[in-house]
């Protein structure tokens, strides 16, 4: 299947600061990347759809100016935890779709990032 | 109504036995379904995707769809060991993948 990164694989940050986290397709172009939180013993749950060149767009409940996405490129999608909080510290995982299965929306997932918020 | 469920589990089976996961959907405009598995503090890994009714096999798994009762099912032949771990099913909605809640499966030698 195809690949796809994340970095960092493990954060611990204080309260109050930002944590980046990057997700890049390795061996395809994704215009399209999402980012899912999971809990613990809870399922994935959608955050936002990253698309390249233009806005996320946001599920609901998902405060867009606290968790920023920028797709700037084929290859690459950043979510970015501003201002965190205990309450953010969560599995964020992000997954990428590539061109040839569009119709077929499969999708490739990431090994994920593990925030720790202090 | 969720969108998709599935029983949390845990669901024991003994090694070399078939292990049945169950699925059921609420959109019936849904035409892609797929089955994750995810180990513990591991990201989800794709094991089977189905898109037309009847059986798909890959392997030890046979994937099964029936979109008129809504249904889809994994079933994992020859359970070893290494299949211990939370089953995701997820559906395709309005260019969204949406996931159960998962099936932990518990495979005993």
């Known amino acids: 299947g195809a690949v796809v990164s994340q970095h960092p694989s493990r954060v611990i940050c204080k309260s109050g600061t930002s944590v980046k986290i990057e997700c890049r397709s390795l061996?395809?172009?994704?215009?399209?990347m999402f980012w899912y939180r999971q809990f613990p013993k809870k399922s994935l749950m959608l955050m936002a759809t990253?698309?390249?060149?233009?806005?996320?767009?946001?599920e609901q409940g998902v405060e867009k100016d606290k968790f920023l996405i920028n797709h700037a490129s084929l290859t690459l999608s950043t979510l970015t935890v501003t201002s965190a909080h205990p309450e953010d510290s969560s599995f964020y995982i992000c997954?990428?779709?590539?061109?040839?299965?569009?119709?077929?929306?499969?999708?490739?997932f990431g090994p994920g990032t593990r925030l720790l918020v202090l | 109504q969720k969108e998709v469920e599935q029983n949390s589990g845990p669901l024991s089976v003994p090694e070399g036995a078939i292990a049945s996961l169950n699925c059921t959907y609420s959109?019936?405009?849904?035409?892609?379904f797929f089955w994750y598995r995810q180990y513990s503090g591991k990201s989800p890994e794709l094991i089977m995707s189905?898109?037309?009714?009847g059986d798909k096999e890959d392997g030890r798994f046979t994937a099964q769809l029936n979109k008129a009762s809504q249904y889809v099912s994994l079933l994992i032949r020859d359970s070893q060991p290494s299949d211990s771990a939370t089953y995701l099913c997820?559906?395709?909605?309005?260019?969204?993948?949406?996931f159960g809640s998962g099936t932990r499966l518990s495979i005993r030698p």
């Open positions: 997954s990428a779709r590539p061109p040839s299965n569009l119709e077929q929306e499969t999708q490739y």
């Open positions: 061996d395809f172009q994704a215009t399209t």
């Open positions: 990253s698309n390249e060149g233009s806005k996320a767009t946001y």
């Open positions: 959109d019936r405009v849904s035409q892609s």
């Open positions: 189905i898109y037309s009714n």
């Open positions: 997820a559906v395709n909605l309005a260019s969204k993948i949406i």
